[in-house]
């Protein structure tokens, strides 16, 4: 729990590094090996003369968000949103560790009785994954704390999946392709 309960929401540009790294790894293990290593043969008798001339596109890399959506890989701005996600609810549903779960207070209205009163707006563990969880109760329509938990992980991940592959095909797009912003936390 020590990334959520430290706050892991790091900002976009403390992200951009390891999200660079991430796509480099994923590059390297689902690119398209034939035209990476097609791109360096620039000996004379094994491209054809008007090949020969490298321009930008010689430079560019292959686009990685074809790849993140084809192996339904989560990146890593929204993997905090996940692992927050997955870890809440197991605390409230099978109230272990009890000292975190009783840091929770929940709402006394009826029908609401998944939502947690959220304390001052801060940084704070509780708030942060209060927050998270009632946004997803509501998204959700979770009304009790009898799901299965493999229903949340995997209408999560579809959720994110969503929402990673909207915009452009091939470009990413920080605003629009984080679930952090689209679901206004």
């Known amino acids: 729990y020590q990334r959520r309960v430290r706050g892991g929401g790091a900002s976009l540009n403390k992200l951009d590094p390891i999200f660079k790294a991430q796509k480099m790894c994923i590059r390297i293990m689902f690119g398209d090996r034939e035209a990476y290593l097609n791109k360096f043969k620039t000996c004379a008798r094994s491209r054809e003369f008007r090949l020969q001339q490298l321009g930008a596109d010689f430079y560019m890399k292959e686009h990685t968000k074809p790849l993140f959506k084809k192996h339904k890989i989560i990146t890593v701005h929204n993997l905090y949103f996940y692992h927050s996600i997955n870890d809440i609810a197991n605390i409230l549903k099978f109230r272990t560790p009890i000292s975190l779960y009783s840091l929770f207070e929940f709402s006394n209205r009826m029908g609401r009785e998944t939502l947690i009163h959220l304390p001052t707006p801060s940084d704070s563990f509780v708030y942060r994954l209060g927050k998270i969880w009632n946004t997803t109760c509501s998204k959700l329509k979770i009304t009790s704390f009898t799901f299965k ?37």
Do not use: P, R, Y
């Open 149 to 185: 938990a493999n229903l949340i992980k995997s209408s999560i991940k579809k959720g994110i999946s969503k929402v990673q592959n909207e915009g452009d095909e091939i470009h990413w797009n920080a605003t629009i392709n984080c679930i952090c912003n689209n679901f206004k936390l």
